[in-house]
T-cell receptor, first 114, second 113 residues
Framework: AQSVTQLDSQVPVFEEAPVELRCNYSSSVSVYLFWYVQYPNQGLQLLLKYLSGSTLVKGINGFEAEFNKSQTSFHLRKPSVHISDTAEYFCAVSEGTGGFKTIFGAGTRLFVKA | EAQVTQNPRYLITVTGKKLTVTCSQNMNHEYMSWYRQDPGLGLRQIYYSMNVEVTDKGDVPEGYKVSRKEKRNFPLILESPSPNQTSLYFC????????????FGDGTRLSIL
């Protein structure tokens, strides 16, 4: 991928409300798509991944994402967030052209308010 | 327990003093990688390794070196650190490149004065 864009740097939301974190990428070839979560003072953990097949993928902690090839998007959603979902979320793309690199977005900080 | 271990977790040092950040994984993973995380920029890949003795540059390799003499270890070397290398660094490994998720260490916060 040439780039990965996470459209929102911060998303504040009330507890139990739905949330969508947006991710767009640019690539002319097939890609593998990932969402990772980073809690304070920790490394990144995998939430979910899209490799092929069904465009709707489900991950841990009630998150899901939908791959849209025509719009080159991979938005992350959760129908009802908890305080414990407060963290930074990263979209990542791996593709095989130009080397075996993984490109990360700049991150979206999700802040869940009581 | 499957894990990626980085050391040190925190380091404050001075410009020009060579340093090494170690990374070790116990999952027999082929692919290992180093990233730096800076505010507003996300994670940027420094170097990666597809296997022992096979390494290649990521997007921001300047000022860094790596080696992969053993499968489990992938140290990051700053020969002559400069203040613009002050950052949070992560090592990651995966079974293979591309369709496998990466497992991350807990990070190393480097401050170069």
């Amino acid at each position: 991928a040439q780039s990965v864009t996470q459209l929102d740097s911060q998303v504040p939301v009330f507890e139990e409300a739905p949330v969508e974190l947006r991710c767009n990428y640019s690539s002319s070839v097939s890609v593998y798509l990932f969402w990772y979560v980073q809690y304070p003072n920790q490394g990144l953990q995998l939430l979910l991944k899209y490799l092929s097949g069904s465009t709707l993928v489900k991950g841990i902690n009630g998150f899901e994402a939908e791959f849209n090839k025509s719009q080159t998007s991979f938005h992350l959603r959760k129908p009802s967030v908890h305080i414990s979902d407060t963290a930074e979320y990263f979209c990542a793309v791996s593709e095989g052209t130009g080397g075996f690199k993984t490109i990360f977005g700049a991150g979206t900080r999700l802040f869940v308010k009581a | 327990e499957a894990q990626v271990t980085q050391n040190p977790r925190y380091l404050i040092t001075v410009t020009g003093k060579k340093l090494t950040v170690t990374c070790s994984q116990n999952m027999n993973h082929e692919y290992m990688s180093w990233y730096r995380q800076d505010p507003g920029l996300g994670l940027r890949q420094i170097y990666y390794s597809m296997n022992v003795e096979v390494t290649d540059k990521g997007d921001v390799p300047e000022g860094y070196k790596v080696s992969r003499k053993e499968k489990r270890n992938f140290p990051l070397i700053l020969e002559s650190p400069s203040p613009n290398q002050t950052s949070l660094y992560f090592c990651a490994s995966s079974l293979d490149w591309g369709n496998q998720p990466q497992h991350f260490g807990d990070g190393t916060r480097l401050s170069i004065l």
